[in-house]
């Protein structure tokens, strides 16, 4: 198959190195990479499966390569390439054809050592999780933004680690809404504490999301009490309905039963309609990508997808609770990462 490609982690996927200027022409089972005079030298050192070509028009050296190579069809992601490069790939003398996903789809079962390193930046970030909440102990008082600052200085270990993503870190009410963002309330004992979170380890993303109730034993394990007997069943339901989602995945099932599984143990609980968003997606290179485990998907899981399994319970204006791992999906079922 012959295609493009821009995306930095679709590039980084195919040849082991991207950079924020770049084409990756794909033909047959050649790799071509363009890239401008900044990246040649750290290309052409990391780069053992592409032919580097140096290009101040990345465009125009694309196109003199698609008449050299005499390619006839070409696909590409329509997410991926933007109006600029469609209209100047419309002039070649080419069917250009479109495929979702492109590379999400090529990356969705994971090999064993992608398996590892999703492992490795998964232990890591539970780790990370173990120090904020410590950290956590002695900052009653301070507000959610100055919290989820800190958090970011303890999740990437002050720099050493990229995140996959801005942490949701939320107090009671605010914890209602799935992406939260900060605001000026403050910290204080008794509160419920909604902490999301996850960071790269070799680019390869982890996601956890755990709630507790503040005091000066807080941790964020998923054995927790609360003195609201209503966030208590709350948070049992969304545990059992995470528990049962992760013993019932299994290959061959389609992804939204799997969504059901969960959503139906919250439904039959006083708290139906309140699970309100999908119960995972899948992780890799990038944090969010296929499989995508919601109540529409009829794709069937395979044995080395990667996903997330979060559903959640959330209350306007009262409280919001969610508690998430990913898994990766064996022949036996779904292992905890």
């Known amino acids: 198959m012959n295609?493009?490609?821009k995306d930095e982690n679709a590039v980084y996927y195919e040849v082991g190195f991207s950079c924020d200027n770049e084409l990756l022409v794909v033909a047959g089972s050649e790799k071509y990479f363009?890239?401008?005079?900044?990246?040649?030298t750290a290309a052409k050192e990391e780069i053992k499966n592409a032919e580097v070509i140096e290009?101040?028009?990345?465009?125009?050296?694309a196109?003199?390569?698609?008449?050299?190579?005499?390619?006839?069809?070409?696909?590409?992601?329509?997410?991926?390439?933007?109006?600029t490069e469609l209209?100047?790939?419309?002039?070649?003398?080419?069917?250009?054809?479109?495929?979702?996903?492109?590379?999400?789809?090529?990356r969705q079962i994971k090999n064993e050592e992608e398996i590892e390193l999703l492992k490795i930046s998964a232990r890591l970030n539970k780790e990370a999780f173990d120090e904020f909440a410590a950290f956590l102990t002695k900052a009653k008082g301070k507000s959610e933004k100055r919290l989820q600052f800190e958090a970011k200085a303890i999740l990437s270990r002050f720099g050493e680690y990229d995140l996959s993503f801005e942490p949701?870190?939320?107090?009671?009410e605010n914890a209602a809404k799935p992406h939260a963002h900060p605001t000026d309330k403050i910290l204080k004992e008794g509160d419920l504490v909604l902490f999301d979170a996850g960071i790269k380890y070799k680019r390869y993303c982890s996601d956890r999301t755990r709630t507790s109730q503040y005091?000066?034993?807080?941790?964020?394990?998923k054995d927790q009490k609360f003195s609201d007997p209503k966030i208590q069943k709350a948070y049992d339901v969304v545990r059992k309905a995470q528990e049962e989602a992760i013993r019932r995945a299994k290959p061959g099932m389609k992804a939204k039963d799997l969504d059901k599984i969960a959503r139906d143990i919250i439904d039959n609980s006083e708290f139906k309609g309140a699970f309100v968003h999908s119960l995972g997606h899948g992780v890799g290179l990038d944090i969010h990508e296929m499989p995508f485990i919601n109540a529409r998907n009829e794709?069937?899981?395979?044995?080395g997808m990667v996903f997330t399994i979060e559903p959640g319970i959330y209350v306007p204006g009262e409280f919001g609770i969610r508690i998430e791992d990913m898994v990766v999906l064996r022949d036996s079922g779904a292992e905890v990462l």
């Open 3 to 5: 295609y493009i490609l």
């Open 63 to 83: 196109s003199k390569l698609l008449r050299r190579l005499k390619i006839k069809k070409l696909f590409y992601d329509p997410k991926d390439l933007g109006c």
């Open 34 to 40: 363009i890239t401008d005079a900044r990246y040649t």
């Open 168 to 172: 949701i870190f939320a107090i009671n």
């Open 299 to 303: 794709q069937i899981l395979k044995e």
């Open 55 to 61: 290009a101040r028009d990345l465009l125009g050296a």
């Open 215 to 221: 005091g000066d034993r807080i941790n964020f394990s």
């Open 87 to 106: 209209e100047a790939l419309q002039k070649l003398p080419l069917t250009l054809t479109k495929k979702a996903n492109l590379s999400w789809q090529k």
